[in-house]
């Protein structure tokens, strides 16, 4: 089943910060996250493992609360190359990484 | 450098006519898999394969087909292409250590 992802999209100004959230009705080994520039194919940024484990971007982080299927990306002191869709990926087993719709992120300076 | 290949990039065909989609890897991934990318649905999974001759449906894989011949090709066939077939198609890598797909560039498709 599709994770749900909140906002559907987002109009930041530069600099300020943004919340991306993704939520599943399954049980989840691990939740991922990717950016997509328009014309472009998704980039990995984050992945969440069960057990608290985390590996990704610098400048961005995640949560990932296994309990509530939940998991949340954080975007700080936002930039301009930080506009792009961003889609949140779970995964129940190993073989099945399930994407959301997308969440449109817009920094404007 | 790591990548992901798919031919063609941009395709217009005709309602019945086969294709095929080529994705080639170079990095010895075991993974691969496609997916087919619409407006506000995301990805969805359309088939994936966890190695060579292994291969398994995604959750949209009616009028699809693959193979997995060697390891780093993975072909996705239509083999009577309909309109509800135009989309956005990416192929996919696995490494499975990390545990990160790596996507290629994609593949639009449009059939009249």
């Known amino acids: 089943q599709q994770p749900v992802q909140s906002p559907q999209a987002v109009i930041l100004r530069e600099g300020e910060d943004a919340v991306i959230n993704c939520s599943s009705s399954?049980?989840?080994?691990?939740v991922h996250w990717y950016r997509q520039k328009h014309g472009e194919a998704p980039v990995f940024l984050m992945i969440?493992?069960?057990?608290?484990e985390q590996k990704g971007h610098e400048k961005i982080s995640a949560s990932f609360n296994e309990k509530k299927q939940q998991s949340s990306l954080y975007l700080t002191a936002s930039q301009l190359s930080y506009s792009g869709t961003y889609f949140c990926?779970?995964?129940?087993?190993?073989?099945?990484?399930?994407f959301g719709p997308g969440t449109s992120l817009s920094v404007i300076p | 450098e790591a990548q992901v290949t798919q031919n063609p990039r941009y395709l217009i065909t005709v309602t019945g006519k086969k294709l095929t989609v080529t994705c080639s890897q170079n990095?010895?991934?075991?993974?691969m898999s496609w997916y087919r990318q619409d407006p506000g649905l995301g990805l969805r999974q359309i088939y994936y394969?966890?190695?060579?001759?292994?291969?398994d449906k995604g959750d949209v894989p009616e009028g699809y087909k693959v193979s997995r011949k060697e390891k780093r090709n993975f072909p996705l066939i239509l083999e009577s292409p309909s309109p509800n077939q135009t989309s956005l198609y990416f192929c996919?890598?696995?490494?499975?250590?990390?545990?990160?797909?790596?996507f290629g560039a994609g593949s639009r498709l449009t059939v009249l």
């Open positions: 996919a890598t696995r490494d499975a250590g990390a545990n990160v797909l790596t």
């Open positions: 399954k049980a989840l080994y691990s």
């Open positions: 969440l493992l069960k057990g608290g």
């Open positions: 990926g779970t995964e129940g087993s190993y073989d099945k990484v399930i």
């Open positions: 990095m010895n991934h075991e993974y």
């Open positions: 394969s966890m190695n060579v001759e292994v291969t």
